[in-house]
């Protein structure tokens, strides 16, 4: 089955500078990958799609690469603030979708120090 | 408006007994799903509905059973509670069922403890 893993469980930046949140997967590539921001007590966001044919996204501070040879995304966050402090979830998608339409990471706690 | 809502957003029963917590979007999407995420905060999907089609997670107890009145609701209904239930459930609808842009957006989650 597929096993997707996120960069240590908690990440600490000093504010300004970039974030970059890991998402790696094993087995078969998914036809696109998303990514979500989740705070203490919410649901999760929708922030970013990439899809397999695709290199990289972008959207204001946010970057999201896709490298399906490495099997691996990179979410980045440029000049990051104390207010992008939260859990980022990665989540691949198939086509077909259904129940196995999305399966998430567990997630990066990304802290942005002041 | 809020996009995806449940209620309620605690629920605290005993074990055996049996409950059901309530979703309902007002995007006009037509497919909804129920995800579960434990105490280490890991979201796995526990069902996808839309109009024609249930898919069910295998892992999934048939203790568990979502019931759709229309498209707008999604219902989670639970028998017999155990321990391990506990968790906090999310509803979330995407306008379609495994398409290119699959997006989902999600109800704030409702926190059940089973004691």
């Known amino acids: 089955s597929q096993k997707i893993e996120q960069n240590s469980e908690a990440l600490n930046i000093q504010e300004g500078k970039t974030a970059t949140l890991t998402c790696n997967y094993t087995n078969y590539s998914p036809a696109y990958l998303q990514w979500y921001r989740q705070d203490p007590g919410r649901g999760p966001v929708f922030l970013l799609l990439?899809?397999?044919?695709?290199k990289e996204k972008r959207k204001e501070r946010l970057k999201v690469t896709f490298d399906t040879t490495l099997k691996q995304s990179l979410f980045h966050i440029t000049a990051s603030q104390p207010a992008d402090s939260a859990t980022y979830l990665c989540?691949?998608?198939?086509?077909?979708?259904?129940?196995?339409?999305?399966?998430f990471g567990k997630g990066t706690h990304l802290i942005i120090q002041p | 408006d809020t996009a995806v809502s449940q209620t309620p957003k605690y629920l605290v029963t005993q074990m055996g007994n049996d409950k059901s917590i309530k979703c309902e979007q007002n995007l006009g999407h037509d497919t909804m799903y129920w995800y579960k995420q434990d105490s280490k905060k890991f979201l796995k999907i526990m069902f996808s509905?839309?109009?024609?089609?249930?898919?069910i997670n295998e892992t999934v107890p048939n203790r568990f059973s979502p019931k759709s009145p229309d498209k707008a609701h999604l219902n989670l209904h639970i028998n017999s509670l155990e321990l391990g239930d506990s968790a906090v459930y999310f509803c979330?609808?995407?306008?379609?069922?495994?398409?290119?842009?699959?997006?989902?957006?999600f109800g704030p989650g409702t926190r059940l403890t089973v004691l």
């Open positions: 509905y839309n109009n024609k089609e249930l898919i």
């Open positions: 989540a691949l998608g198939y086509s077909g979708g259904g129940a196995d339409g999305l399966t």
């Open positions: 990439i899809r397999e044919n695709e």
């Open positions: 979330a609808s995407s306008q379609d069922m495994g398409g290119s842009t699959d997006t989902q957006y």
